[in-house]
């Protein structure tokens, strides 16, 4: 019997979290509590554009009262330190508590959730610097290239000959001349 009340118990407990994340921001912008900045902020884009009071079809009291929902939501999800102390307020633990994810049943191929709090770099273009950045290395490289090219030209066939010649005329040089090569003179007797 207490088994079944403790059974009950933590259905009710699992139920009045999850109606309280779909009654949360995270229900406002359709997101899992685990969701990642960028789907947060994909999910934010998407909405505003249908509820922003100067597109929809909706009555202007209905859109701008939607919309600012979503401008509060985003403001909070979007902020690490707000969210943190959001989803505290809701009851979800990031630490604590293992959330499932959203959909089992969804095959390994299709990802639901990010696998870092970093933003997706394919997410966005490049911006002016990066560009500047990346045409700097290619010149970079193809100055690089042509040095090589040009070096190759002047030296031509000597650059590829072997240095052994040179490296015996030096070592013939540097060698010390052997004591019996020095004339020897005769010292006159000593008396």
Do not use: W
């Amino acid at each position: 019997m207490t088994s079944n009340r403790a059974t009950e118990n933590q259905n009710q407990t699992s139920v009045s979290t999850k109606e309280r994340i779909k009654s949360s921001y995270y229900g406002l912008l359709g997101l899992h509590p685990a969701a990642s900045p960028v789907e947060i902020r994909r999910a934010y884009r998407e909405l505003s554009k249908r509820y922003h009071p100067d597109t929809t079809n909706l009555p202007k009291a209905i859109a701008t009262n939607k919309f600012q929902q979503l401008n509060e939501a985003y403001a909070t999800l979007s902020n690490p330190e707000r969210r943190l102390t959001y989803d505290y307020q809701i009851g979800y633990s990031r630490v604590a508590v293992v959330q499932p994810k959203p959909n089992l049943h969804q095959p390994v191929a299709q990802k639901t959730h990010s696998s870092s709090a970093y933003l997706d770099p394919t997410d966005r273009p490049l911006d002016g610097g990066e560009i500047f950045a990346l045409f700097l290395l290619v010149l970079t490289f193809i100055g690089c290239l042509a040095l090589a090219f040009v070096v190759a030209l002047t030296r031509g066939e000597s650059a590829l000959q072997p240095i052994v010649k040179e490296n015996q005329t030096i070592l013939k040089q540097l060698t010390p001349t052997p004591i019996s090569s020095f004339p020897v003179h005769n010292a006159p007797p000593l008396s």
